[in-house]
């Protein structure tokens, strides 16, 4: 691969396209965000964290690409994660931009204070354990600029001289986009194709729905895409089939699946005594427990979808259990 540093942490990875490396005060401990330059047009895909040291480190890279001051045209957002997106405010008003996201992750809203309460008692969380977590969760959500345009699948988007298809794939964020560039062959996958082993999806307090069975729908939507340069979210950019990664993917989250609903039948248990099981280190950080407990909650709502757990409230115990034996263990359709 073609790829000539540019600064420290960016690197031009095709003619006029940047992989910029920000750091992130997570577990997680890096985000890319990539700069397009086509025509007059200077277009940033995700802006990273809102924090100091990461505005600083993309400061640096676009300088050394050569963008002006105040000179950036665009400024993609691929879901509204706070890694991707937190950063979208201090970026713009110091960069310049109009800033673009699917109207899903533009409607999202930070769960009710009262949300998150119940949702760890259904989670079966220690009385003591509760307040703890209370205490230490804060809003998901970072605000977005003032002003933010629609990225809508059917209008495509042009940057410069080249036109990108916007397409939608739900499941890891409501509004999760990915960019394709047919004729350079460049596909800015964000969180929804990525080398890593967690279920990649989350049932917050107050969320709805069948986020993980959606991002398993979305991962066959993209089966078909030919080769390309795949630009993800965090890790390296790789060249080759996109629909082979997808495939690993959904692989990787049925076994995840097959292996906790194994474990269920095994012995029925809270939310709480699996994640713990499974993630002890997290769930011991009260700053981490509700994203972990979330994530393990989104694979128990798809499962229960799939008729193969349910919730059963045992006097002020809630346990999840195979729906029969003689069906659980197995993935079906
Ligand atoms: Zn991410």
């Known amino acids: 691969m073609y790829e000539r540093p540019v600064a420290e942490n960016c690197w031009e990875l095709a003619p006029g396209l940047y992989r910029i490396l920000l750091p992130l005060p997570l577990e997680v401990p890096f985000v890319n965000a990539y700069l397009i330059r086509s025509g007059d047009a200077w277009a940033l895909i995700d802006a990273g964290y809102h924090w100091g040291p990461s505005l600083r480190a993309l400061g640096r890279a676009l300088k050394a690409a050569g963008v002006p001051s105040g000179g950036l045209t665009h400024l993609v957002l691929t879901h509204r994660h706070r890694d ?74 042009g940057i410069g001289e080249l036109q990108f298809r916007v397409i939608h794939v739900p499941g890891h964020s409501p509004g999760h986009v990915m960019l394709y560039e047919p004729e350079r062959g460049w596909l800015f996958a964000g969180d929804h ?33 030919p080769e390309a340069l795949v630009l993800p979210g965090h890790g390296l950019p790789w060249r080759g089939s996109p629909g082979a990664g997808a495939r690993a993917m959904a692989a990787r989250q049925r076994q995840m699946l097959d292996f906790v609903a194994g474990l269920l039948a095994h012995r029925p248990m809270t939310l709480w005594e699996l994640t713990t099981q499974a993630a002890p280190e997290v769930v011991q950080d009260p700053r981490l427990a509700v994203w972990a407990l979330a994530a393990a909650r989104s694979q128990l709502r798809h499962l229960e979808a799939q008729g193969r757990v349910q919730l059963v409230w045992e006097g002020s115990r809630p346990v999840w259990r195979p729906l029969s034996p003689a069906r659980a263990g197995t993935e079906r359709g």
């Not at 769960?111 to 307040?131: D, F, I």
């Not at 307090?205 to 939507?221: C, K, V």
Request: no cysteine; aromatic share 6%; charged share 20%.
């Open 84 to 157: 991707h997106a937190g950063g979208a405010e201090p970026v713009t008003s110091r960069w310049g931009g109009t800033v673009y996201l699917h109207p899903a992750d533009i409607a999202l809203e930070a769960p009710p204070p009262g949300a998150l309460r119940p949702w760890l008692e259904e989670a079966g969380v220690p009385e003591a354990t509760r307040a703890e977590i209370q205490a230490a969760w804060g809003p998901p959500l970072d605000p977005l600029p003032d002003r933010v345009e629609p990225l809508r699948p059917e209008a495509g988007l």
């Open 193 to 225: 194709i990525l080398d890593h082993t967690g279920p990649n999806t989350w049932l917050l307090p107050g969320m709805a729905g069948d986020p993980l069975g959606e991002y398993l729908r979305s991962l066959e939507a993209v089966a078909d895409l």
